[in-house]
């Protein structure tokens, strides 16, 4: 038998048909490998940034519980009298530094910060200022000073001048004595 153009026809077709229809089949499969290797790769992200979070959180109780046994810290908690909201307020006698954990406290509006006053009788003196950040690890600093009978955290734009009398008062604690 001899091969001539039209055989070549007859047995080429097909294979061409066949390489046509599996390069078409690949480059599906291919597209479809592809789109699952980023479902998958977006997942895995979202995954790592929890793990990432939970970490963060695991570090935070860790370094908030290391400050909860020292012996050096003297912990107070101020409560809200119009809510069930509270924030630890926790004093080192050597340096007279206080120190916040806020993950209890009450939600305040963007550009507020909570401001921490000692009083006694009618003299209120200005200790310092922090953050109603929920998620930092461990305890915020707030400044030094000498504390008094009572605590009182008042919340006030981060802008706005000490005035104790203008500012809302959110949380009160009474020190135990021997602080």
């Known amino acids: 038998m001899k091969i001539t153009p039209r055989w070549m026809a007859y047995f080429a077709l097909p294979v061409l048909l066949i390489a046509v229809v599996g390069y078409v089949y690949v480059r599906s499969e291919n597209r479809g ?4 290797a980023a479902g998958l ?3 895995n992200d979202v995954l790592e940034g929890e793990v990432y ?4 959180e695991l570090d935070g109780q860790r370094t908030t519980n290391a400050f909860l046994v020292s012996p050096d810290l003297r912990r107070i908690k101020a409560v809200s009298e119009s809510d069930s909201s509270s924030c630890w307020l926790f004093w080192r006698k050597a340096d007279n530094a206080w120190y916040a954990e806020v993950t209890h406290a009450r ?3 963007e550009g507020m910060q ?3 006053y000692a009083a006694d009788g009618d003299e209120v ?3 310092g200022a922090f953050e109603p950040i929920k998620d930092t690890a461990g305890l915020q600093k707030i400044g030094k000073g000498v504390g008094g009978k009572n605590l009182i955290i ?3 734009l981060r802008t706005d001048p000490n005035d104790f009398d203008k500012e809302i008062q959110v949380y009160r604690a009474s020190v135990p004595s021997g602080y």
């Open 114 to 116: 909570f401001r921490l």
């Open 33 to 36: 490998l592809a789109a699952r």
């Open 107 to 109: 939600f305040i509006a």
């Open 154 to 156: 008042t919340t006030a």
């Open 41 to 43: 790769s977006a997942k």
């Open 125 to 127: 003196r200005y200790i």
């Open 53 to 56: 979070r939970l970490r963060q």
